[in-house]
């Protein structure tokens, strides 16, 4: 439990950085602010995998799977490619949420920084609940797989995140019955004094918005990386750097989510991979070289193929 501890409280350390210090005053961030940060975030996140390597080699931390020091660096950046890649979604619906409630660019920071204290708590709360089910159910592994693979056909043919619109969704109703709301702003408020009373601004309703697609983006990526290993702090680590490190990465892809349109076929290949080792678990295990091979090969395509039919489009312009 010390392990965990003195974990939860470096990522609150972090974050108390973050808003107290390094963003205290609420300013639009650029995208060389925004490039510095993600550099940052996945440095330490990859830096972090010696971290593991240290914790099972001395038995610092539980190790239900008897992993290997060398098995549990591998799952971990596993997982956490895993659910970096799957951000990309989540960084495009963020981007339609700001767009469709006009959030300044200054504030948006602010909003994400609670946006994602809210899905780290979500987050973990899911994991626990996740893995408590596969290590008591055994076929409990079937249905994740199912669905990944389920996921992946309803990505391939559908592409419902064009036509979502925050203001007609059903969480945007919710709260307008729960408390006013108010298309005004007063900085970076949550909420404001009007003739109504307490009144929600754009903002708050905008993070309980962002809150609610985590929560529905993580039915996807819990099971994913469950499909990796069901080690509790394996999944939890590489789950929660992937989700600190998506707000510089938001401010760092907003403007080029276009350019790598293909990265969604990259995503559609990761789940069907994943819901397949789910499915086969217990008749087939894949090396791990081969889960992170893939994975890896599988976003650098989408990233390379993104870029040159980009660059190909720009030419016939």
């Known amino acids: 439990m ?3 501890g003195l974990f939860i409280l470096a990522i609150v350390l972090f974050l108390a950085l973050d808003l107290g210090v390094f963003n205290k005053n609420p300013h639009i961030i650029s995208s060389k602010e925004a490039s510095g940060w993600t550099a940052f975030w996945v440095s330490i ?4 995998s010696g971290v593991i390597y240290w ?39 963020i981007a339609v949420i700001f767009a469709s409630f006009k959030i300044p660019q200054k504030y948006q920071h602010r909003v994400l920084f609670w946006g994602i204290l809210g899905a780290v708590a979500f987050r973990g709360l899911m994991i626990y609940f996740g893995v408590m089910i596969i290590n008591k159910f055994s076929w409990a592994t079937y249905v994740f797989g199912a669905f990944l693979l389920f996921t992946a056909i309803k990505m391939l043919f559908n592409s419902e995140e064009d036509d979502f619109e925050p203001k007609e969704s059903f969480i945007y109703r919710v709260i307008g ?20 009373g307490r009144t929600a601004t754009p903002l708050f309703v905008a993070l309980i918005v962002i809150e609610v697609m985590d929560v529905l ?3 996807d990526s819990v099971p994913a990386i469950l499909a990796i290993t069901s080690d509790p702090f394996l999944v939890f680590s590489s789950n929660i750097f992937a989700i600190l490190g998506l707000r510089s990465m938001y ?13 969604e076929y990259s995503l559609i290949a990761i789940l069907t991979f994943v819901g397949i080792k789910m499915l086969l ?12 091979g893939f994975i890896a090969v599988s976003l650098l ?17």
């Open 251 to 263: 401010f760092f892809l907003a403007n080029m989510l276009e350019k790598f349109s293909y990265l």
């Open 301 to 317: 395509v989408g990233v390379l193929v993104s870029l040159k039919m980009g660059g190909e489009e720009d030419l016939e312009e």
């Open 2 to 4: 010390l392990v965990w």
């Open 45 to 48: 996140s990859l830096a972090f």
């Open 55 to 93: 914790l099972y080699q001395n038995n610092y931390v539980a190790n239900p799977d008897d992993l290997k020091p060398t098995a549990a660096v591998m799952k971990y950046i596993t997982g956490y490619l895993i659910e970096l890649s799957l951000s990309v979604d989540n960084i495009f619906v």
């Open 217 to 219: 983006f993580a039915l």
């Open 177 to 196: 019955k729960i408390i006013p709301i108010t298309s005004e702003t007063d900085k970076e408020k949550f909420f404001i004094q009007t003739k109504r």
């Open 281 to 292: 678990v217990h008749y087939y295990k894949f090396p791990e070289w081969v889960s992170l």
